[in-house]
């Protein structure tokens, strides 16, 4: 009889362990299809391909926008015989009907520093929509690094201008220099001229012509140096308008990039802070779960030593 | 014998505790307490480097938010706190009024701990003064509140040392400063020099020089390391006088150039 109600008790024991692994097993189940879900393997789509010339910021995973949403990622990203990259796209069914067979996939980033995505530029409305194996061409958006060579490109001729002047102005044989020499010398010459006038004044006027002579000399030699700086203007005002105009340029596209990048940065910015917080959450989180809390001890206000010594000499 | 189904459900039933384990997050304290300690820390640590202004403030900002919320503990320990870095400013009576503050408050109930750092400071501060009869008085109340959890046994020996010696009393004043010698040699450092000045200096006034000089050198040695100026000056100037009644004129001249060198920071 007792034997009996023992075993009753242990497969009633059996039963409610196998009850309560079968609970478990279908709670994992359940939160396996939570995954697949999330993961959007449950999701149907349609595959479309690009090829690129490398594979440069392509990973396998990566998501694919559409006018800012996300409408699928990248699958695949394999090497062709010929040394090309194909990159495998699934796009979710739902979106395939906005995206015409002459949309274009851009490679882009989001923000100055994180993960690129491919972005789906639209085709024109007439053309008919995208289907299953459908290519689309490829182009590479800018980057930071392409956009700091453009700049990089850009401000070099200014730069070589720059240098150009000033060894221009420095040479002892150039413009500059010798058109100051001359103004020198001329200045040099009238102030002769017009001590040797002002004696001709005192004794009268029988060195006239004479005077009248140098003077001559003078302006000729002004008239040369007027026409040295005639020569140089024109070459200075050249290279000062070559250089006025690559400044333009850069200024320009400086400024372009400046409201370009006006959108992204404050973005950027507050990505970054919520990223920081997010980050001391977490950590704060962490610190004060077990096993980390037993590491990280919460500081706590202590009191001073109190110090038993006492000042000599002191009443 | 454990079959396989019974063994699985084990490891199951260990790893949900485990995963409940994980999800245990300790007690919170709140954003002001969190803020007072924060004040609090950096005003030790401003403290610990010597910038008391800086300690000041911060361990007034700490009070202000620990008032605002009844925090007793945090509030007796900003007082005691300020009391202390008031009294290394050389406002004697900012930190007398902090230290009475919390010794005279009747609507809040302190623990005792509290109440015993509070009257050894008053104790020590009177002493300071000269008033050795109020000292006296301080320091009897502060020995009765030092009972559980109290870790100014040493402290309290040294005080009644110093007391001693303000009284010419030698051979109490080695009595005290042995005890806390001993009770403070290895958990207290501070005090632990302290007592071995007090001892250096008894023993100097009973003409024992070499053990002064002994004694002397062996707290300047603790205070360097805690990088204490004012004291290591102090133990400096013990040693000149050691020097000076074993007759070495010249080593005593040195070590008195040594501490006239010395200027707290």
Redesign the interface.
């Known amino acids: 009889m007792k034997l009996n109600n023992y075993n009753q008790r242990l497969l009633n024991i059996?039963q409610r362990?196998?009850r309560?692994?079968l609970g478990?097993l279908g709670a994992m189940l359940f939160a396996l299809l939570l995954i697949a879900i999330k993961q959007g393997y449950l999701v149907r789509s349609t595959a479309i391909y690009f090829f690129a010339p490398n594979a440069q910021g392509l990973n396998q995973g990566m998501a694919v926008k559409f006018i800012g949403f996300k409408v699928g990622s990248v699958k695949e990203v394999s090497m062709e015989p010929n040394a090309t990259v194909r990159v495998k796209v699934a796009l979710d069914d739902d979106y395939v009907h906005l995206i015409g067979q002459d949309a274009k996939a851009r490679l882009i980033k989001e923000a100055l520093v994180g993960e690129s995505v491919v972005e789906i530029i639209p085709g024109s409305q007439q053309v008919q929509q995208v289907t299953q194996n459908s290519v689309l061409q490829f182009e590479r958006g800018q980057d930071a690094s392409s956009i700091a060579e453009s700049v990089a490109a850009q401000l070099q001729p200014i730069l070589s201008d720059i240098r150009q002047i000033t060894l221009s102005i420095n040479n002892p044989n150039g413009d500059i220099q010798q058109t100051l020499k001359n103004l020198n010398q001329v200045t040099g010459d009238l102030r002769e001229t017009v001590k040797q006038f002002t004696r001709l004044g005192a004794s009268g006027n029988q060195k006239l012509e004479s005077v009248h002579g140098k003077l001559d000399k003078a302006l000729d030699s002004v008239n040369a140096n007027l026409e040295v700086m005639d020569k140089a203007i024109p070459l200075l005002v050249g290279k000062a308008e070559v250089t006025l105009d690559n400044v333009q340029t850069a200024t320009s596209d400086i400024k372009r990039m400046t409201a370009d990048s006006a959108v992204e940065l404050p973005a950027f910015i507050h990505n970054s802070n919520v990223l920081v917080q997010d980050s001391q959450d977490m950590l704060e989180?962490a610190k004060?779960?077990?096993p980390f809390?037993s590491w990280f001890r919460?500081?706590?206000?202590?009191?001073?030593?109190?110090?038993?010594?006492?000042?000599?000499g002191?009443? | 014998m454990m079959n396989r189904l019974q063994f699985f459900s084990l490891m199951l039933v260990a790893c949900m505790l485990f995963l409940t384990a994980c999800g245990q997050t300790a007690p919170a304290r709140n954003a002001r307490l969190e803020l007072a300690a924060d004040h609090s820390l950096s005003a030790q640590r401003a403290y610990n480097r010597g910038d008391y202004h800086v300690a000041l403030r911060q361990y007034e900002m700490a009070l202000q938010v620990d008032v605002a919320v009844e925090n007793i503990p945090g509030i007796a320990t900003d007082m005691l706190n300020l009391a202390r870095v008031n009294q290394m400013l050389g406002r004697q009576d900012m930190a007398d009024a902090y230290l009475d503050k919390l010794l005279q408050d009747n609507a809040l109930e302190y623990e005792k701990r509290y109440l015993a750092a509070a009257a050894t400071q008053k104790s020590l501060l009177l002493l300071t003064r000269g008033d050795v009869s109020g000292a006296r008085l301080w320091l009897e109340k502060a020995s009765a509140w030092c009972v559980a959890e109290c870790t100014l046994a040493g402290v309290i020996d040294n005080t009644r040392a110093a007391i001693a010696l303000r009284q010419n009393d030698t051979e109490q004043a080695l009595h005290w400063a042995d005890r806390a010698a001993s009770s403070s040699r290895s958990a207290a450092p501070l005090e632990y020099a302290n007592a071995l000045r007090y001892m250096s200096e008894a023993r100097l006034r009973r003409g024992e020089f070499a053990t002064a000089l002994r004694l002397a050198d062996e707290a300047l040695a603790v205070d360097k390391r805690l990088g204490l100026p004012e004291k290591i000056k102090q133990d400096l100037l013990l040693s000149a006088d050691a020097y000076e009644g074993q007759g070495d004129a010249e080593q005593a001249m040195r070590f008195r150039r040594r501490a006239s060198r010395i200027v707290a920071r």
């Open positions: 059996e362990t196998k309560f692994m478990a989180g004060q779960s077990w809390s919460k500081p706590e206000a202590e009191v001073l030593p109190v110090d038993a010594y006492v000042p000599p002191k009443p």
